[in-house]
Every structure is written in structure tokens, then in C-alpha cells.
């Protein structure tokens, strides 16, 4: 049998024991055992480079990214079976690869928290991916970036993950499209006045670890901005457009892999047949006028093109918009420059309920309760959250022991929040009990509350955080163990 991991020459001596215990757990498993014996793909390939994008004619980020041969800039890979990986970290940074939304040892979750193994500044790690059921995932950097601005989620590494055929929910379509959003050129601001002479020594300096706890009086504080945002690398314009014909059903996969900003997509004329979040088929697929996604989350909608035309199908907000988040829809035959309207009233977030079931969630034994809460800003002006337990709570779970997990946001911003390792099936939404939706990514909404029920099927440490970077770096995390 091949090994499951190649160890980097870099690792501690601690690090290497953690990978080599979780190893042998993995393959005394008996099923594991059959997987890892059974027929894989060989030779995927992802290459993580460091070069220059041209994100429209002529402008260049400087960034790192994922490369290796993907087929419409979509990593494929098949269901119910495993898939023999290699990984090479062509940079001179250590890097994290973590697969969002996939079920996977903790060794190979990609998170320094879980104590995953690390890809080495140019080394190679060669792993077997246990078997995925079919769904729409992603990959991406879980490099920890503190304050900095150009690694992890902030740069190019991103690729939207499909695993199995074509997805044909909803019924047959006649071409799948996929969308992925996300920044560029990030800044950062600060909303109490500071100078610019300032912003820019701050941009410069390398906090001390130790400075981050403190906690000082103060509103606003330090805030990030972009300079451009694409959809598939390229600004409304640059790339070639989406090309339709009139009674074509389109499939859209639709991935937000922002660092820090919510999603908001509309295509004017056209409304979105909701059929999946997450990779999961809703239970309800519904219709509505604008996709609403937190970050890391995804959507899979069919729209019928039944209204001829050039359109633009982009981010609601003006500014947003005006920065390149969109494509062009171009129909056969149509002519004149790209048209946009707004849509009436958009939504600000997602609401889970118009695709659930309503009828009331099973009952748990087990509960563990967080809250969200926003601290003072330290003396530096950064933000700092926490992911507070309820009295008497604790982290450790059970091995296929099913778990609700209540989480109340005490802030006035939504968040985000990702179970890494592990879907769950929302039973709550502010207050209003709902059944059926999967997922593992769900925004918490200003001042509301979710719950969620979830069965964790391996022992290790499973990561649970607001995936917006930002709120992250500034302590809004937990980390689980399942025993």
C-alpha cells in the first residue's frame, strides 16, 4: 500500500508524531483500508505558484495561485471514490490547502489550528483524498495572514471544485456555467480620521502577537477596501461573456471566494432557480431575483434565458459593480452595449428559509451554545470578536453522536461561519424551526441566531469560524474535538 502522506523535511518533531499517529488511525480504519485499496484517479495534480494575473487589458495582480489542468478553470474529481493527490508549493512561503465542504482526516484539512500537515516552501506533499459523495466544493489557501494583506484567502488561490458529473439538478440543462467572485488590491482604511502618512506606516508594520490582546476604547477602527473585484479573475469587460441562446436552460455554479465581502449577484430580465447550497440540494428549490451568498458559500441556479439581449450580470451595489464584479450575458444574435438594471428591493443575506422544510428538527441530546460577540478595539484599531461558550459548555464531541449547535450574534454585522471536516443540517433560522438544508458554510444574521445538527463520522479536531478573514485573524474561531 502507498503511503498516505509524504512528510516535509521542514516539520517538527511534533508535528511529524500528529501526522504519523493520525496516519496509522486512517489506514487501521477498515473502510479507509478498503478506499485506499480500491481503483483511484492518479496524477491530480495542484501546483501552487506565485506570478501575475491580468485581470483586464493591461492591469496585473501580483499574487499566488493554484495551477494544474482544470478544465474551464474547474478542478473536477469523481464521486465515491478516492483520489490520489500531489500537491506542490512552488513559493517561498509555507502553505495550507484546505478543501471546503469535503470529508477529510483532520491531518489533511489544511489548518495550522487542526495541526493538518503543511506544503513546505518548495516541497511536494502526495495524500489520498478518501471518496466524496457528489457536490460543489472549493479549494483554497488557510494560511493565517494576521494583518497582512497578500496571502491565504487574499490571493488568487481559489478553484471551484466539482465533485462528480455534471450536476443536472433541476432537470436537464443545456450548459453548466461556473462563477467565482473575488477582490483585488486590497487596502486598509481607517474610519477614525487617521492620515494617509499613517495608513501607509501602518501597512508597513508587523504587529507584535502580544500587542493583539489588548483591548482599547474606540469605534470604527481599521476596515478593508478593495481596488478591483472579478468574476473568474477578470473585471466586467475583460473576459469573454457568457454566451446564450434564447430557451436555453443555464445552470449557474456561483462561488463566492471573497476574503472578507458578501456576494450579491443579479441578472436583469432573469430570475435564479435555486436547486442547491452548499453542494447540497435544497428541499425546496426556489426562484428569486438576486443570489445572496456569505463567503466561502456556494449556489447552483437554472436560469431560462428568456429574455433576449446584452446584459450584465453583476454585483447589485453600484460601487461594487463600478470595480468589476460582473459578466457580460450575451445572447445570439443581440447587439448594442451591455444593459443593467437593479432589481426591486434585494435582499441583503440569504434567507434559508424560503428553501427549507418547515416542519419541526429532530431532537438532540447533545447541544453546545456559542455567542458572537464584538470586543473593544485594541490600541492598534483593530477589530476583535470571540466565539464565547455558554456557561458550562464544552468543545469535546462524540464520534457519531448527533450534535445541535446553537450560535446567537450579538453584533450588528453577519457572519459567516464555517464547520470545516463536516456538513450539518440547519434546524433553526432566527427563531423559526426549518429541516432538510444541508450545509457548511451559514451567515448568522446581525443580532439573529441559527442552530444546526451535525454527526461528526471521524475523531480530531474539526475548526469552526467566521470565514471572513478579517474577523477570523481577530479571534471569531473555535475548535471542536471529536472523540
Given at each position: 500500500?502507498?503511503?498516505?502522506?509524504?512528510?516535509?523535511?521542514?516539520?517538527?518533531?511534533?508535528?511529524?508524531?500528529?501526522?504519523?499517529?493520525?496516519?496509522?488511525?486512517?489506514?487501521?480504519?477498515?473502510?479507509?483500508?478498503?478506499?485506499?485499496?480500491?481503483?483511484?484517479?492518479?496524477?491530480?495534480?495542484?501546483?501552487?505558484?506565485?506570478?501575475?494575473?491580468?485581470?483586464?487589458?493591461?492591469?496585473?495582480?501580483?499574487?499566488?495561485?493554484?495551477?494544474?489542468?482544470?478544465?474551464?478553470?474547474?478542478?473536477?474529481?469523481?464521486?465515491?471514490?478516492?483520489?490520489?493527490?500531489?500537491?506542490?508549493?512552488?513559493?517561498?512561503?509555507?502553505?495550507?490547502?484546505?478543501?471546503?465542504?469535503?470529508?477529510?482526516?483532520?491531518?489533511?484539512?489544511?489548518?495550522?489550528?487542526?495541526?493538518?500537515?503543511?506544503?513546505?516552501?518548495?516541497?511536494?506533499?502526495?495524500?489520498?483524498?478518501?471518496?466524496?459523495?457528489?457536490?460543489?466544493?472549493?479549494?483554497?489557501?488557510?494560511?493565517?495572514?494576521?494583518?497582512?494583506?497578500?496571502?491565504?484567502?487574499?490571493?488568487?488561490?481559489?478553484?471551484?471544485?466539482?465533485?462528480?458529473?455534471?450536476?443536472?439538478?433541476?432537470?436537464?440543462?443545456?450548459?453548466?456555467?461556473?462563477?467565482?467572485?473575488?477582490?483585488?488590491?486590497?487596502?486598509?482604511?481607517?474610519?477614525?480620521?487617521?492620515?494617509?502618512?499613517?495608513?501607509?506606516?501602518?501597512?508597513?508594520?508587523?504587529?507584535?502577537?502580544?500587542?493583539?490582546?489588548?483591548?482599547?476604547?474606540?469605534?470604527?477602527?481599521?476596515?478593508?477596501?478593495?481596488?478591483?473585484?472579478?468574476?473568474?479573475?477578470?473585471?466586467?469587460?475583460?473576459?469573454?461573456?457568457?454566451?446564450?441562446?434564447?430557451?436555453?436552460?443555464?445552470?449557474?455554479?456561483?462561488?463566492?471566494?471573497?476574503?472578507?465581502?458578501?456576494?450579491?449577484?443579479?441578472?436583469?430580465?432573469?430570475?435564479?432557480?435555486?436547486?442547491?447550497?452548499?453542494?447540497?440540494?435544497?428541499?425546496?428549490?426556489?426562484?428569486?431575483?438576486?443570489?445572496?451568498?456569505?463567503?466561502?458559500?456556494?449556489?447552483?441556479?437554472?436560469?431560462?434565458?428568456?429574455?433576449?439581449?446584452?446584459?450584465?450580470?453583476?454585483?447589485?451595489?453600484?460601487?461594487?459593480?463600478?470595480?468589476?464584479?460582473?459578466?457580460?450575458?450575451?445572447?445570439?444574435?443581440?447587439?448594442?452595449?451591455?444593459?443593467?438594471?437593479?432589481?426591486?428591493?434585494?435582499?441583503?443575506?440569504?434567507?434559508?428559509?424560503?428553501?427549507?422544510?418547515?416542519?419541526?428538527?429532530?431532537?438532540?441530546?447533545?447541544?453546545?451554545?456559542?455567542?458572537?460577540?464584538?470586543?473593544?478595539?485594541?490600541?492598534?484599531?483593530?477589530?476583535?470578536?470571540?466565539?464565547?461558550?455558554?456557561?458550562?459548555?464544552?468543545?469535546?464531541?462524540?464520534?457519531?453522536?448527533?450534535?445541535?449547535?446553537?450560535?446567537?450574534?450579538?453584533?450588528?454585522?453577519?457572519?459567516?461561519?464555517?464547520?470545516?471536516?463536516?456538513?450539518?443540517?440547519?434546524?433553526?433560522?432566527?427563531?423559526?424551526?426549518?429541516?432538510?438544508?444541508?450545509?457548511?458554510?451559514?451567515?448568522?444574521?446581525?443580532?439573529?441566531?441559527i442552530a444546526c445538527d451535525m454527526t461528526p463520522e471521524q475523531t480530531g479536531a474539526a475548526l469552526?469560524?467566521?470565514?471572513?478573514?478579517?474577523?477570523?485573524?481577530?479571534?471569531?474561531?473555535?475548535?471542536?474535538?471529536?472523540?
Amino acid at each position: 500500500m502507498r503511503p498516505i502522506h509524504s512528510i516535509s523535511n521542514s516539520m517538527t518533531r511534533r508535528g511529524f508524531l500528529h501526522a504519523l499517529g493520525a496516519s496509522a488511525a486512517w489506514l487501521a480504519a477498515p473502510h479507509m483500508q478498503a478506499a485506499a485499496l480500491a481503483p483511484h484517479v492518479t496524477n491530480v495534480a495542484l501546483e501552487i505558484e506565485r506570478g501575475s494575473l491580468e485581470i483586464a487589458s493591461g492591469c496585473f495582480v501580483d499574487t499566488t495561485f493554484y495551477r494544474g489542468a482544470f478544465a474551464d478553470g474547474v478542478l473536477r474529481l469523481p464521486s465515491h471514490m478516492p483520489v490520489s493527490l500531489t500537491v506542490r508549493n512552488n513559493t517561498r512561503d509555507e502553505e495550507y490547502v484546505h478543501w471546503h465542504g469535503m470529508t477529510v482526516p483532520d491531518t489533511m484539512d489544511g489548518t495550522c489550528e487542526e495541526r493538518s500537515l503543511s506544503v513546505a516552501a518548495g516541497d511536494a506533499m502526495h495524500y489520498v483524498l478518501p471518496a466524496q459523495e457528489q457536490g460543489f466544493c472549493y479549494v483554497h489557501s488557510h494560511a493565517m495572514t494576521g494583518h497582512a494583506l497578500q496571502g491565504g484567502p487574499y490571493s488568487g488561490q481559489y478553484l471551484p471544485v466539482l465533485i462528480g458529473e455534471s450536476h443536472r439538478l433541476g432537470g436537464p440543462v443545456d450548459q453548466e456555467v461556473f462563477l467565482s467572485s473575488h477582490e483585488w488590491f486590497p487596502q486598509y482604511v481607517n474610519r477614525d480620521g487617521m492620515d494617509r502618512a499613517a495608513e501607509e506606516m501602518h501597512h508597513l508594520r508587523v504587529d507584535d502577537e502580544s500587542e493583539e490582546q489588548e483591548e482599547g476604547a474606540g469605534q470604527g477602527g481599521w476596515e478593508i477596501e478593495y481596488k478591483a473585484a472579478t468574476l473568474n479573475g477578470k473585471v466586467l469587460g475583460a473576459g469573454e461573456p457568457v454566451r446564450v441562446r434564447a430557451g436555453q436552460r443555464v445552470l449557474f455554479h456561483v462561488l463566492n471566494a471573497s476574503a472578507t465581502e458578501p456576494l450579491s449577484l443579479h441578472l436583469p430580465g432573469h430570475r435564479f432557480h435555486v436547486v442547491a447550497l452548499d453542494g447540497y440540494a435544497v428541499p425546496r428549490p426556489a426562484s428569486v431575483e438576486v443570489i445572496c451568498l456569505g463567503v466561502g458559500e456556494r449556489a447552483s441556479a437554472v436560469v431560462v434565458m428568456d429574455t433576449p439581449g446584452i446584459w450584465i450580470f453583476g454585483a447589485v451595489d453600484d460601487e461594487i459593480r463600478s470595480k468589476g464584479l460582473g459578466v457580460v450575458v450575451e445572447y445570439a444574435s443581440a447587439t448594442g452595449k451591455p444593459l443593467w438594471s437593479a432589481p426591486y428591493q434585494p435582499p441583503e443575506i440569504c434567507d434559508y428559509r424560503i428553501f427549507a422544510d418547515c416542519a419541526v428538527a429532530n431532537v438532540c441530546n447533545t447541544t453546545l451554545s456559542f455567542r458572537l460577540e464584538r470586543r473593544p478595539l485594541n490600541h492598534h484599531g483593530f477589530e476583535q470578536w470571540a466565539m464565547v461558550p455558554s456557561s458550562g459548555n464544552h468543545d469535546t464531541l462524540r464520534k457519531d453522536e448527533r450534535v445541535r449547535i446553537h450560535l446567537q450574534n450579538a453584533t450588528d454585522e453577519a457572519h459567516p461561519m464555517h464547520l470545516h471536516r463536516y456538513g450539518f443540517e440547519l434546524a433553526s433560522y432566527c427563531g423559526d424551526a426549518i429541516r432538510g438544508m444541508k450545509k457548511d458554510t451559514v451567515v448568522v444574521p446581525a443580532y439573529g441566531s441559527i442552530a444546526c445538527d451535525m454527526t461528526p463520522e471521524q475523531t480530531g479536531a474539526a475548526l469552526f469560524h467566521c470565514h471572513n478573514q478579517m474577523h477570523m485573524d481577530c479571534g471569531l474561531k473555535t475548535l471542536l474535538h471529536v472523540v
